[in-house]
């Protein structure tokens, strides 16, 4: 039996309509079983602020331990105490570091001409600027 010009193109259309179809299911199955969906403040290079953070810790710890009430107000107490104790050591060390910022400032200018310096300075002051700015929003640090 042979096929004619507009049957083999039939059965090439259909081929090409399966495969076609199967990959925009394949496609669907897969983003829904291996790709979890971003939240909040995920998948757009944002981080959560440290409340959402907390609040989606707890919930995830309380749902996959099965925690009671009870437990759950103990872990929240224990994330207080700790948060009081990194911000107490963030404090004590933020003048060591402030110094040894500046002591590398020092150096990095001792590298450059007159006019070198005089741009690094007005770039150090952006710096800073931004850096006052970002954390206004309740952000902290400035990369280069």
Same mark, same amino acid.
């Given at each position: 039996?042979t ?53 989606r ?15 759950? *107000? ?6 207080d105490?700790? !948060?009081?104790?990194? %911000? &107490? +050591?963030? /404090? $004590? ?13 020092? *150096? ?8 070198? !310096?005089?741009?690094? %300075? &007005? +770039?150090? /002051? $952006? ?18």
């Amino acid at each position: 039996m042979t096929l004619s010009r507009s049957g083999i193109a039939l059965y090439m259309g259909l081929v090409f309509a399966s495969g076609a179809a199967l990959g925009v299911f394949g496609n669907r199955y897969y983003t829904a079983t291996s790709a979890p969906t971003p939240l909040k403040g995920q998948g757009q290079g944002k981080r959560p602020n440290p409340e959402e953070f907390r609040q989606r810790y707890l919930a995830g710890m309380q749902k996959q331990l099965l925690l009671t009430d009870d437990q759950v *107000k103990k872990l929240d107490a224990i994330m207080d105490e700790t !948060r009081v104790m990194m %911000d &107490d +050591m963030h /404090k $004590r060390q933020r003048p060591e570091q402030t110094e040894i910022q500046r002591g590398q400032n020092e *150096k990095i200018r001792a590298v450059f001409d007159a006019i070198q !310096r005089e741009k690094y %300075d &007005d +770039m150090l /002051k $952006r710096f800073a600027e931004k850096g006052k700015a970002l954390k206004n929003k309740g952000r902290q640090g400035v990369g280069f």
